[in-house]
């Protein structure tokens, strides 16, 4: 069982950053590649970003390709999520989850311990 807890939301104005983080209770953080969904209301959890479990690898969405960027600190158990350039469709529930899965995916089913969220608002 991997704890997961999600900081950093908040409210911004378009254009905006903000830096979430997600830190995890276990020392076994480093063996799990990492990712970031968001969930809009009334919208089904979509994937933002992937990272393997030694940092070489990421992956990302097309909607938030060259303003987001994931990264983590395995010493610190944490991984990050850097938000820029923020827009109004950006506003959403943000989890991070821990996959047991090595290859890359971004479907919500594959990735087996969740944090509780954290609300990101934007606004216009």
């Known amino acids: 069982q991997v704890h997961l807890v999600e900081s950093g939301g908040g409210l911004v104005q378009a254009g905006g950053s903000l830096r979430l983080s997600c830190t995890a209770s276990?020392?076994?953080?480093?063996?799990?590649?990492m990712g970031w969904f968001r969930q809009a209301p009334d919208k089904e959890r979509e994937f933002v970003t992937r990272i393997s479990r030694s940092a070489i690898s990421t992956y990302y969405a097309d909607s938030v390709k060259g303003r987001f960027t994931i990264s983590r600190d395995n010493a610190k158990n944490t991984v990050y999520l850097q938000m820029n350039s923020l827009k109004p469709e950006d506003t959403a529930v943000y989890y991070c989850?821990?996959?047991?899965?090595?290859?890359?995916?971004?479907?919500?089913?594959?990735?087996?311990?969740w944090g509780q969220g954290t609300q990101v608002t934007v606004s216009s």
């Open positions: 989850a821990a996959t047991t899965r090595t290859y890359i995916t971004t479907q919500p089913h594959d990735y087996d311990y």
């Open positions: 276990e020392r076994t953080f480093s063996i799990y590649p």
